[in-house]
């Protein structure tokens, strides 16, 4: 079993939509969670950072975190086509190090 | 703009051949650096942490002779491919924390590798 389980997709959806992306994960050790957006050939690019459970909203976008549940979300409101990309889950036990355990990324089509 | 900068952005190389990748940190200092590497259509997987002044650390499964890293500098790591071979193409990414210690990354724009 991966540490952390992500729906590869590929998603698509109308512009306008809301996107809801989802990470299972099976280590309760992890305590930083985030949300990075990957275009094709491009380096990752971070959106949302949380730490332990709860919401955090940035504009469009709100990421929420159940520890309980060793689930994860990223909420996209109003989705554009410029959305369209790769986004990747991904955790890490420390804030001290760079060892960060990544979903396998979900692809996102947002058509006009 | 981006605050961590990596060269080449795409390369194809011969089998047997080494291939230098740089990865430098913009305006700031980076005593860590992380090298991850992107098979197509899988995540992230990181590959060794260079560390400043001494020796990398590998993560389980990855050859060190093979894939030599070296810290020269607080804001240039390099990843050298040594005797690449076809298996050896990949996207390899390079990354330097945030110095509050938050676990947040910068990511570079990656190197694709392509080896023939």
């Known amino acids: 079993q991966k540490e952390v389980e992500q729906d590869p997709g590929p998603l698509s959806v109308p512009e306008g939509a809301i996107v809801s992306l989802n990470c299972t994960y099976s280590?309760?050790?992890?305590?930083?969670f985030m949300w990075y957006r990957q275009y094709s050939r491009k380096g990752p690019e971070l959106l949302m950072y949380t730490y332990s459970s709860g919401n955090k909203e940035d504009g469009r976008f709100t990421a929420q975190v159940d520890k309980s549940s060793k689930y994860i979300s990223l909420f996209i409101r109003d989705s554009q086509p410029s959305d369209s990309a790769t986004y990747l889950c991904?955790?890490?036990?420390?804030?001290?190090?760079?060892?960060?355990?990544f979903g396998q990324g979900t692809t996102l089509q947002v058509k006009p | 703009g981006a605050v961590v900068s990596q060269h080449p952005s795409w390369v194809i190389c011969k089998s047997g051949t080494s291939v230098k990748i740089e990865c430098r940190s913009l305006?700031?200092?980076?005593?860590?650096m992380f090298w991850y590497r992107q098979f197509p259509k899988q995540s992230l997987m990181l590959m060794a942490t260079s560390n400043e002044g001494s020796k990398a650390t590998y993560e389980q499964g990855v050859e060190k002779d093979k894939f030599l890293i070296n810290h020269a500098s607080l804001t240039l790591s390099t990843l050298t491919v040594t005797s690449a071979h076809p298996e050896d193409s990949s996207f390899y990414i390079c990354?330097?924390?945030?110095?509050?210690?938050?676990?947040?990354?910068?990511f570079g724009e990656g190197s694709r590798l392509t080896v023939l």
């Open positions: 990354s330097a924390p945030r110095r509050d210690g938050t676990g947040e990354l910068f």
């Open positions: 305006d700031f200092q980076a005593t860590t």
């Open positions: 991904a955790m890490s036990h420390s804030g001290n190090t760079g060892k960060l355990i």
């Open positions: 280590n309760s050790a992890f305590q930083y």
